[in-house]
């Protein structure tokens, strides 16, 4: 009988086997740098290894266009995914614009608020020092600014005094440091750092609406899946609104 037992010994240690949990494999994802305080704490919560990389939108697309290994890209932007869409390069049905946002101008805390408008004098509020921006021509959060202080009638009087840099939180540190008085960020990277308050909102009808879309990259929807599930269901849109975003489809 002793092959009776090690056949009943195999067959327990097959079924332990297949009863154990099966992981999900590591998932990449390629985010804004915007979405990071409220990303971060997503991925804390998701039951699976996530690997982020965060940078300005227009420098992630132009990676996955390079072919980096990205399995899920979330953007600040719809014109880069649509870029992206157009080249074939993400799964078009797993699509979603998840998020929106508000654009503000920061300061420093105990700061007094300002009504953002036509009248607000942006360069005597400056002084002597510089308006912090993501790049104006290339990243959301700097386009959306530009758009807004276009529409407004303040561009002209600040545009050579605009501190450009690689994506929206470098534009929120140099305000945090004291390096800047003053940055146009949005309402949710305000609200992530202490140092930082936002003196005002620019109206919604200033700028296109701010629109954060994600998507499996071709190719690798397998391993995007399990995430991009997660992210769109219950418990991360509980995150993201704690941090400030406004979940769409809600």
Request: net charge negative; glycine share 8%.
């Amino acid at each position: 009988m002793m092959w009776v037992s090690r056949y009943l010994l195999g067959a327990a240690v097959l079924l332990a086997l297949l009863a154990r949990p099966v992981m999900a494999e590591p998932v990449t994802v390629f985010a804004a740098a915007s979405l990071k305080t409220a990303l971060d704490d997503v991925a804390a919560n998701y039951d699976g290894e996530v690997i982020l990389s965060y940078a300005g939108s227009s420098m992630l697309a132009r990676q996955v266009q390079q072919g980096a290994p990205a399995d899920v890209v979330f953007l600040a932007n719809t014109d880069w995914m649509d870029v992206l869409e157009s080249d074939g390069l993400i799964a078009t049905d797993t699509r979603v614009d998840l998020l929106g946002n508000r654009l503000v101008l920061a300061g420093p805390v105990g700061a007094a608020p300002v009504e953002i408008g036509p009248q607000l004098d942006l360069a005597e509020m400056l002084g002597d020092g510089r308006l912090a921006m993501a790049l104006v021509e290339a990243v959301p959060a700097g386009i959306y600014g530009k758009a807004a202080l276009d529409t407004l009638g303040l561009w002209s009087a600040v545009e050579h005094r605009v501190a450009q840099v690689d994506n929206v939180r470098a534009a929120l540190a140099l305000v945090s440091l004291g390096q800047v008085p003053l940055g146009v960020v949005y309402a949710t990277d305000a609200l992530a750092d202490p140092h930082v308050d936002a003196l005002g909102v620019f109206p919604d009808s200033s700028h296109p609406p701010i629109r954060y879309p994600v998507a499996a990259v071709a190719g690798r929807e397998q391993a995007a899946t399990a995430f991009l599930d997660f992210l769109t269901g219950p418990d991360a849109r509980t995150i993201f609104a704690s941090h400030g975003f406004a979940v769409l489809g809600d």
